[in-house]
């Protein structure tokens, strides 16, 4: 069956750095679109980042760009998410999410909704805070 993990999640003070990964298992791992999309307390979810199946086309959110880079290793089945100059409202539940339809572009990344993906993974936690 299909799963996704993700993990590397934690504490990080303001300008620090973590790095997720989301590990993947039970389909053809390369040929999907992989996002990650993240939901601060008490608020909506909020897409972030998405990587192509090749990882030839990476997309950000304006509110990550030039701070956060996607990343996959296709031979490991795995999406990287490289998070720098952490802010206080990076904090949030940060998940991966694999897209409905192998390789896909979606139109417009910044639009992607929740019927844009069939499987995601539990979530891990990113907490920034001196």
């Known amino acids: 069956q299909v799963q996704l993990v993700e993990s590397g999640g934690g504490l990080a003070q303001p300008g620090g750095s973590l790095r997720l990964s989301c590990a993947a298992s039970?389909?053809?791992?390369?040929?999907?679109?992989i996002d990650w999309v993240r939901q601060a307390p008490g608020k909506g979810l909020e897409w972030v980042s998405a990587i192509y199946s090749d990882g030839s086309d990476t997309y950000y959110a304006d509110s990550v760009k030039g701070r956060f880079t996607i990343s996959r290793d296709n031979a490991k089945n795995t999406v990287y998410l490289q998070m720098n100059s952490l802010k206080p409202e990076d904090t949030a539940l940060y998940y991966c999410a694999k897209d409905r339809y192998s390789n896909r572009r979606r139109s417009d990344y910044r639009l992607s909704a929740l019927y844009d993906y069939d499987y995601w993974g539990q979530g891990t936690q990113v907490t920034v805070s001196s």
């Open positions: 039970g389909f053809t791992f390369s040929s999907y679109t």
